[in-house]
């Protein structure tokens, strides 16, 4: 069983920083793409970034571009997600995901989802 299980949200200022984990099991990493997405009250869901390991290659919206980076521990099966410089625009729930390749290259609609962490900043 896919397992998805994200922690590091919280409360920050504007400008803060805060750094999204999301712990995997129940299918091998490197055959997966993994990413964040996020929902804010009345918004649409949207991707925020993913990340393919086997194929190096990292997707980010460009509303995050520069100010976060994603990462992955291939030996702790877990994606990282650093955000840097926060703005009260990115408070939202974040939602880690995955998808089998080549599904998971297209950092969209994802099949298996974590329950979310809550990301709130403040002005």
């Known amino acids: 069983e896919v397992q998805l299980v994200e922690s590091g949200g919280g409360l920050v200022q504007a400008g803060g920083s805060l750094r999204l984990s999301c712990a995997t099991s129940?299918?091998?990493?490197?055959?997966?793409?993994i990413g964040w997405f996020r929902q804010a009250p009345g918004k649409e869901r949207e991707g925020v970034s993913c990340i393919v390991s086997s194929l190096g290659s990292t997707y980010y919206a460009d509303p995050v571009k520069g100010r976060f980076t994603i990462s992955s521990d291939n030996a702790k099966n877990t994606v990282y997600l650093q955000m840097n410089n926060l703005k009260p625009e990115d408070t939202a729930v974040y939602y880690c995901?995955?998808?089998?390749?080549?599904?998971?290259?297209?950092?969209?609609?994802?099949?298996?989802w974590g329950q979310g962490t809550q990301v709130t900043v403040s002005s």
């Open positions: 995901a995955a998808d089998v390749l080549p599904y998971g290259t297209v950092c969209d609609d994802y099949k298996h």
């Open positions: 129940g299918f091998t990493f490197d055959d997966y793409g």
